[in-house]
T-cell receptor
Framework: KAGVTQTPRYLIKTRGQQVTLSCSPISGHRSVSWYQQTPGQGLQFLFEYFSETQRNKGNFPGRFSGRQFSNSRSEMNVSTLELGDSALYLC???WGSGSSTDTQYFGPGTRLTVL | AQSVTQPDIHITVSEGASLELRCNYSYGATPYLFWYVQSPGQGLQLLLKYFSGDTLVQGIKGFEAEFKRSQSSFNLRKPSVHWSDAAEYFCAVGPTGTASKLTFGTGTRLQVTL
């Protein structure tokens, strides 16, 4: 079974631009969560999508948004990029059932550099 | 609010020695608890998780963790470390009933000397 895939793996943007990151979950998984990882703040939860609806949201500004498609693939968008948005963005997928066997599986991440 | 503390930023052990990585959590109810490992340039790989039941949890790669409610701890252990275990280890807590919206600790970087 294929794992979580994220594209692109590396991205370089300049301040003020916008960026879209993509995540394809494990087949059958309906929940996709996004995390930002930086040396200063560590791993922080951005949001979770389940069945095309945002189910949970972290404490990030509105410049960070996402969506999920009917095939459970998800995209994350960051508008008006700032230098502080440079980070590794990780996507994780799970069944989303809420049962004790549910587990998040992470992709390799997208490394975003803002110049 | 839930939180996770990993007191050790960096640990160095010799190959073959035992390992214990500390994790303390703060959560109002019964939490999901996880340990993930991250190799350089990679995503996170789940080592083990605890939801309920037996407080000693076995994971992959020979790792185990013990949940101690009285100490709010979920320490990760391995009896004999291999050089390939060098990586960063993250403890995480999540609300019961969902695997998402995890709160992570700051991580412990493990170095293994030969």
């Amino acid at each position: 079974k294929a794992g979580v895939t994220q594209t692109p793996r590396y991205l370089i943007k300049t301040r003020g631009q916008q960026v879209t990151l993509s995540c394809s979950p494990i087949s059958g998984h309906r929940s996709v969560s996004w995390y930002q990882q930086t040396p200063g703040q560590g791993l922080q939860f951005l949001f979770e999508y389940f069945s095309e609806t945002q189910r949970n949201k972290g404490n990030f500004p509105g410049r960070f948004s996402g969506r999920q498609f009917s095939n459970s693939r998800s995209e994350m968008n960051v508008s008006t990029l700032e230098l502080g948005d440079s980070a590794l963005y990780l996507c994780a997928s799970s069944w989303g059932s809420g049962s004790s066997t549910d587990t998040q599986y992470f992709g390799p991440g997208t490394r975003l550099t803002v110049l | 609010a839930q939180s996770v503390t990993q007191p050790d930023i960096h640990i160095t052990v010799s190959e073959g020695a035992s390992l214990e990585l500390r994790c303390n959590y703060s959560y109002g109810a019964t939490p999901y608890l996880f340990w993930y490992v991250q190799s350089p340039g990679q995503g996170l790989q789940l080592l083990l998780k605890y939801f309920s039941g037996d407080t000693l949890v076995q994971g992959i790669k020979g790792f185990e963790a013990e949940f101690k409610r009285s100490q709010s701890s979920f320490n990760l252990r391995k009896p004999s470390v291999h050089w390939s275990d060098a990586a960063e280890y993250f403890c995480a807590v999540g609300p019961t009933g969902t695997a998402s919206k995890l709160t992570f600790g700051t991580g412990t970087r493990l170095q293994v000397t030969l």
